[in-house]
């Protein structure tokens, strides 16, 4: 998850999160069950066992605490398990986490709902292989309604170190009320309608901006925040991070920020702020931001391209918001990121049975619903699950979610902050570095050696 995490009704098999799944296929590392000391599990259901206490560490907000509501039906039905959550600001989510972890406090429960992802956890040895304990418990993702593309994202080796419980997308949101007024059709939420283009979406951004003395008459076509900064050129094709990968524990042997394809790529993006001028400046959007919140939400953008967690607030906007496709950008495979957040076991967790129990009961259909509302819209991995999720937007047509949440599956890949490794520390690297294009005091090119030379030094980090 980047910020929240993704999907539902996902049929269509998505052959670029099959890649995903031999992500890992060349690291080693975490914990099996079968070796944890004996007496470290427990009774897993309702019997006479001692009591335990796990520990669920999330992020400290309303979308991920909702748990706290869950747990007494969970402890009803399960006597000998107490649930505890720990929380911590996003910004201090990872930090927190090694602290507890060197501190021997290891949580037992959490995802990767910080700046780093899967990979950094799974190679600094943090997590537990589930494989042996899900055989000894019969755990089948179908019987949770999880598909099995999502199950793959997080197994190494065809071991399996995480279990998918939320999934977001990419995708468009746009301003009914602005399409309305400039007399624009809306834009499609079905990926198959190859007229749905990058240059198509420049034409109607271009007839939706009003760019006036008087911030408060301004209005921008499009806000492009497709994906992490470095994930970006892949949406039109350009590959920053060689092929191995994701067959080398999210470890490149080479990056190319500095080619000519990435920096094109950029080039594009930056080109509706300083070219085309349909995107607003970071220093607009910031006061716009100051006076009223996001400037989509606002009613300042037309068109918002971002994950799906911006659904979330979807019934609360001051105006009519409709839900579509991100258009082609030219790479035939690629048009959406996705967000799949796993529930992971900690390696030094003292209750993995435990822990696993309480895994299974959040995944379960009643549960999984029952979460959507508690949550104000988190996305459910179990596909019935979500075709109530689809229903839970006001004024937006079911059936355009569904398009684009199964459009996105299709051609979705999942994230570069889950899939590499030092991830906490290539971000803050690239929001540093690539400020002074954003505010228009640099040129991509003048930038991006400096990216390329930052980010092999990263990643050669142990």
């Known amino acids: 998850m980047r910020k929240s995490s993704k999907k539902r009704g996902f049929t269509a098999l998505l052959s670029t999160i099959l890649l995903v799944a031999m992500v890992m296929s060349g690291c080693s590392g975490g914990k099996s069950a079968g070796d944890v000391a004996p007496g470290a599990g427990g009774n897993n259901g309702g019997g006479k066992s001692e009591q335990v206490t796990i520990t669920h560490y999330t992020i400290d907000s309303p979308d991920r605490t909702f748990i706290e509501q869950l747990i007494p039906e969970f402890e009803k039905a399960h006597p000998n398990i107490k649930v505890k959550v720990?929380?911590?600001?996003?910004?201090?989510?990872?930090?927190?986490?090694?602290?507890?972890?060197?501190?021997?406090?290891?949580?037992?429960?959490?995802?990767?709902?910080?700046?780093?992802?899967f990979a950094e956890y799974y190679?600094?040895?943090?997590?537990?292989?589930?494989?042996?304990?899900?055989?000894?418990?019969?755990?089948?993702?179908?019987?949770?309604?999880?598909?099995d593309h999502l199950m793959n994202i997080y197994k190494v080796k065809d071991r399996t170190y995480g279990i998918p419980v939320n999934m977001y997308v990419t995708l468009m949101l746009y301003n009914k009320d602005m399409f309305d007024a400039a007399k624009l059709p809306y834009p499609p939420s079905d990926y198959e309608d190859k007229s749905w283009t990058f240059d198509k979406m420049v034409e109607n951004a271009k007839k939706l901006t009003v760019v006036s003395k008087d911030i408060a008459k301004t209005q921008y076509g499009v806000d492009f925040t497709w994906a992490e900064r470095d994930m970006r050129p892949l949406y039109f094709g350009a590959e920053p991070y060689s092929e191995d990968t994701w067959t080398n524990g999210g470890v490149p042997s080479e990056t190319h920020?500095?080619?000519?394809?990435?920096?094109?790529?950029?080039?594009?993006?930056?080109?509706?702020?300083?070219?085309?001028?349909?995107?607003?400046?970071?220093?607009?959007?910031?006061?716009?931001?100051?006076?009223?919140?996001?400037?989509?939400?606002?009613?300042?953008?037309?068109?918002?391209?971002?994950?799906?967690?911006?659904?979330?607030?979807?019934?609360?906007?001051?105006?009519?918001?409709?839900?579509?496709?991100?258009?082609?950008?030219?790479?035939?495979?690629?048009?959406?990121?996705?967000?799949?957040?796993p529930l992971m076991i900690l390696k030094d967790s003292k209750h993995p049975k435990e822990a696993f129990e309480w895994i299974k009961y959040l995944l379960t259909d009643e549960v999984q619903e029952k979460s959507i509302d508690l949550s104000g819209g988190n996305p459910p991995v179990n596909t019935k699950a979500a075709e109530v999720y689809y229903k839970h937007f006001e004024g937006i047509n079911p059936e355009d979610v569904k398009k684009v949440y199964e459009g996105a599956t299709k051609y979705g890949f999942e994230s570069y902050n889950h899939l590499i490794t030092n991830y906490s520390q290539i971000n803050d690297m690239f929001i540093n570095e690539m400020q002074p294009i954003e505010t228009g005091h640099k040129t991509v090119a003048e930038v991006m050696p400096t990216i390329q030379k930052k980010v092999t030094e990263i990643l050669q980090r142990k």
Request: cysteine-free.
């Open 86 to 117: 720990e929380k911590a600001p996003y910004e201090q989510f990872d930090s927190k986490l090694q602290t507890l972890i060197a501190g021997g406090n290891s949580p037992d429960v959490t995802s990767h709902y910080g700046y780093g992802g």
């Open 257 to 341: 920020f500095d080619s000519p394809e990435v920096i094109a790529a950029y080039n594009k993006l930056f080109d509706l702020v300083f070219k085309d001028k349909v995107s607003p400046t970071s220093e607009w959007s910031k006061s716009v931001a100051g006076q009223n919140g996001d400037p989509f939400v606002a009613g300042k953008i037309g068109m918002s391209v971002g994950g799906s967690w911006n659904l979330a607030g979807a019934n609360d906007f001051p105006f009519k918001v409709g839900v579509a496709a991100v258009p082609w950008g030219g790479n035939d495979k690629v048009r959406s990121t996705l967000f799949v957040d």
């Open 123 to 147: 190679n600094k040895g943090m997590l537990l292989d589930l494989t042996d304990l899900m055989k000894e418990e019969n755990f089948n993702a179908a019987d949770y309604s999880i598909p």
